[in-house]
């Protein structure tokens, strides 16, 4: 590693200095800790009903998770909670009739579909028979003004009462409102709206189905989605779509919290997860601004029956009420401003935009927020400063300060030095992580006892960015002209990184911005030699930073921590590769690299010994953490996740695929236990510890968890025989073919001067192949398809995948009277966004001489859920595919009875029951006391070739 070239032996260990330096620096973090932890006190049920009380919020989550229990999307659980919600809204109607509020509830159902991409994979979501329920209160006469809406969904995830993810907000949201109610005169200048989303959990459903088909989307002005990834937590902002949306959250919120350093994170794909913000938000799929609020902490409870009532800590929710009340009135007063002004006001407040807004919490009272055109100047400043300072230090210390070529050149010197210790003090913990699990096989030893990922890992990382300083002298002669050009050069390095960053418009820019300023200051005030009084300057004016990062660093490498049962299972050494770079950039943004010379200073000789025994500590933890029996990776509060299926495979029980009407009989072929785990550690650590014979491991066949694709990518899991369940349903599901016909394909193509043909799509134009417009003539081409009608079977609401194959599909129809075309769904997958696929409806429209284009798909996935009603399940799908062969003769556009040839198309059908069964609630209890159940189903899977 490059160091600064020596020139004095170090310097005695100065402890008064030492102590101020480190003393104040942990002062500053666990105040910025005591501060994310904090909450207000709650208020008690017989609070002033126009005033948020968390207690009678509460008391709406007990209901929805203790009285409902589980409210997974398909379940009877779901239903009750639709029923509360609706009552709930009812109830709030009678309260205002007869004065000037108006309150509006709506419950919406609907079918339909739209693309989606998840862990990289692009699919079909489609959607059966889910709710919404919608509640619009506002002063009479203002019904139609734009709303400021609230989201949080009431569906929970598969196992978990799903208290903080996330009745914990619905319950928020039906005080809120039930506030709004009691008191009129305090109503916003904006109407407010409430939507409880009935399925969020099967990725968004519920949101996407509101922005696509609910009327209710014209009268929303912004919104404000409400989630969460651990009960534990406070309410922090992630993410925003409009710069004045988080504005006048941080001019309005009582208790704000957030940084844009986390939409940073979100919106590289660095945490897997989605929200409905994505599917509203119009800097993701949908069409309106925004901001997205989410509870952190406690992530090893998130999407397992750990997530309870109790796990909510007290004060939580009452911060989020209060919270939301003062945000509330900020949006509103923006939106009924702007709308008073003129309606070109309004349409340009809410015109989507590509900008974001630069925001930062501080103490939890005040929010900074700024434009990025703001952000370009701003962050540049510190890159002036310290490119400038040698040139400075020399006008302001002649004599006494280094030459302005020589300052320079220590500065350099030091930026280098501190660009390496940055890059070292992040791969070489991360380096370690990964190393230790795979040598050792067992890995995330520290999850259950976490300080030990900090001995192991921050002590490396503290021991490697304090070496290449260990030699230095800073208390006499050159030495001490050297200290504020060091600390320059760290200066520098974050003043060029924050100016590099926010050219490409990152948010975390900031921070780097913030350290480079700071550094800067702290050079000239150290420039006069180490002194208790410089030295108090220089922490004063690196307060700030180092407060920022023990809130937003230290947090988020203690969040990501307990999330890392959840990071699927790439390879053994995953999660220890995270931990380690998470807590390397920890220690590494605390000091910003300019401390690190001051440290030196304090240290002097005993920096070399300390470096040394924190690296030998490393390794000595790494060493023993990794034998069997020392550390033991789980506990019953931080456990294990378990996914548990009970998997069949069923065919025909004749054997034969039937067509037309009447019921398919079908038998089971044969059926296992499939045991998953979504960590680092292998399923098997798991099913010895059940009681299953390794040795009895049935081969897996590979889409044993289709269901729930395309999370089963992550999974690692193992397979044991087993008896078939019972009474799941009385018929088992299937597909049949109830018609298939030949139907006319118009599609244009271009031909250039030697006869090549070029297909053009219809949605772009596009030339297929080689050659321009301008050369080439164009004539309309008749072929033929075939046109196959299917009715999935599922006898009552479950999960479920169908994957197609085998054929060229053209267009299909998922939801009735809608039609998909694979030029469409293509482009979306080439876009990789997630955006909507483009759909036709059926409407003013033949049927059979649309032109698709001429593109294809040899396969698609379909995901869907389905909702409860009256009688079975029969879900009608259509495909159209090129026939393998074109008949010789066949008339072009002539419709005709297809033939009974098989067309090669392959359907593969999962279909997922989630209600608990004696099967599994017997395997569950084999369960050890360190492992939590995350997802179980019952499920059926078949092939069928048509």
Known sequence: MAKPQQQFGPSPLQPGLFTVFVGAIILLVSYSLHVFYWTPTPRSADTPPGTFAEARARQHVHVLTEDIGLRSVSTPGLQKAHHYIWNFCQQLQHQVAGTDVTVQAQFENYTGSFAFEFVGESFINAYHNISNIILHISRR?????????????HDSPVGSPGAGDDASNVGVMMELASNLVAD?????????????????????????AFMKSSPWVSRVGVFINLESIGPGGSPIVFQHAGAWVIEAYGKGAMHPRGAIAAQDIFESGLVLGDTDYRQLSYRHRGGLPGIDIAYLLSGAAYHTDRDTLDAIRPGVLQETGETLTSVIRSLSDALASAANESPDKLRSLLKPTVHKRMFMSIGGKYMLTYSMATAEMLHNVPLVAASTAPVILG???????????????????????GVCTLVA?????????????LASGRAMVWFANQHLAVIMYSSLAVSVLLTPWSHMDYSQGRGKQLLPYH?????????????????FGVGLSMIFALWGGAGTLTGFCVAQGLSVTTLSGALVACAWPIYTCGETAVVMAIVLMSRMSLTGHVFVGLGDTIVGFML????????GCSLLPILQATLGRHSRKLAAVLAATAVAAAVVCSLEGIAVPYSKDMPKRLMLGHVHYTAPADGMQRMGEG????????????????????AAMLAAAMGFNLSEAQKHVGNEWGVIYPVSKLLDFELFPSQPALGVVQELPYVRSVGQRSIQHHHRV???????RHTVGQETGHLGGAGSADRCSSAVVDDQLRELQLEVFTAKPCWGTLKLSGVDLVSWSITPGEWTDAASFIASEQEGSGRALISRKAEGISADEEDWGDGGVRSIVVKWTSEHRDGPLHWPLKLRFSPKQQAAGQPAGAEKEATTEKSGLVVELHVGYVEKTAALAEMEARMPEWSTLSFEATTYISKWEF
């Open 141 to 153: 006469g203002q019904e139609q003004q734009p709303a400021v809406m609230l989201v949080a969904h």
């Open 184 to 208: 009129p005169e305090r109503l916003p200048a904006s109407p407010v709206m409430f939507l409880f989303s009935g399925a969020e959990e099967p990725l968004c459903q519920s949101a996407a």
């Open 395 to 417: 006008l302001l210390l002649p004599g006494k300060a280094l030459p302005t070529l020589e300052g320079f050149k220590a500065m350099l010197s030091a930026a280098g030095v």
């Open 425 to 437: 003090g992040l791969v070489l913990p991360a380096g370690m992580g990964a190393v230790r699990a």
């Open 487 to 503: 600390v320059l050069g760290g200066a520098l390095v974050n003043s060029v990184i924050g100016a590099v960053l926010t050219r």
């Open 584 to 591: 390397g950039l920890g220690a590494i943004s605390i000091t």
């Open 663 to 682: 019921p398919v009989p079908m038998t089971v072929l044969n059926s296992s236990w499939v045991i998953a785990s979504s960590d680092s550690n292998p």
């Open 750 to 756: 271009l031909a250039d001067a030697a006869g090549q």
